[in-house]
């Protein structure tokens, strides 16, 4: 978790963000300008993922911070052995330079709980119907 700025509260349920003062506020009031604060500090992100979770497989789109021009797409399994070799691979290549922006759409869920044990992954969950 980092220290400074707004981060997602380690909770099963994270329908909420605190700020820097502990302040909870939900997404609604903190909207896009919250992952923009992550954003600002400069060295801090590794990447920034989308994920579209499905029954079946997980559909991942991925920008790289030292290459935002350049947009990988990819299916995953919804199986945990895939879901773990993935994670691996995301640490291996980014872990070491930073944090990994994600949004989802969800706000509770084994994929989102599974996400909520890595420290280098700041979880951004939406609302689909939003």
């Not at 329908?15 to 003062?21: A, G, N």
């Not at 903190?30 to 801090?44: D, H, N, Q, V, Y």
């Not at 079946?56 to 030292?66: D, G, P, V």
């Not at 330079?97 to 996400?115: D, N, P, Y």
Request: glycine fraction near 6%; proline fraction near 6%; include cysteine.
């Amino acid at each position: 978790m980092p220290t400074k700025g707004p981060y997602p509260l380690t909770s099963f349920h994270k329908d909420f963000l605190c700020d820097s003062s502990g302040a909870i506020k939900t997404h609604q009031q903190c909207s896009a300008k919250t992952m923009e604060a992550s954003i600002t500090t400069p060295g801090a992100i590794a990447a920034y993922l989308g994920i579209d979770w499905a029954d079946q497989k997980h559909a991942i789109a991925l920008r790289s911070a030292a290459e935002p021009t350049k947009i990988e797409y990819q299916l995953i399994d919804q199986k945990p052995e895939a879901l773990m070799e993935w994670i691996g691979q995301l640490e291996q290549r980014f872990c070491a330079q930073g944090k990994i922006l994600i949004c989802l759409e969800q706000s509770r869920g084994a994929l989102i709980f599974h996400l909520m044990g890595y420290e280098f992954f700041e979880l951004y969950p939406v609302n689909p119907m939003g």
